[in-house]
């Protein structure tokens, strides 16, 4: 008989470490930032190696890091003449519902959807 004819189920792949990486970034926006720092180097180290749809979450994860970079960089300057505040607010809501959507996905075993998307 064949070593090759293994019948077990694959197991899934660990959704670990990308659902930590959302919490990182849900953190920051109590910390300032730096779990978000944290939580991009671990998207980019672990990004490649599992399967396709969870390689998406670690993309979605970098993209969101840079964009949230961006939009709170903008949101920060514009304090100086007041709109910044409410700029400020509404990239958070930004950051919570794109983490939110990528938990979502994980607990679905599934991607992100609108990946390429700036916005949510």
Known sequence: MSDNL??????SPDTTLPM????????SIV????TALIGVVIA???RGKG?????????YQIRTFWFALLYFGVAG?????????????????????RCVKG???????????N????LV
């Open 115 to 118: 990946i390429e998307t700036w």
């Open 20 to 27: 930590v990486v959302y919490a990182l970034y849900l953190a």
């Open 6 to 11: 293994n019948l077990e189920p694959h197991p």
């Open 77 to 97: 300057l514009l304090t100086l003449v007041v709109i910044g505040f409410a700029l400020w607010l509404v990239a958070v809501v930004w950051l919570v519902v």
């Open 51 to 59: 399967p396709g749809w969870l390689d998406e979450h670690y993309r």
């Open 31 to 34: 910390t300032g930032g730096l």
């Open 44 to 46: 980019y180290v672990y």
């Open 103 to 113: 938990l979502k996905g994980l607990q679905e075993k599934r991607a992100p959807e």
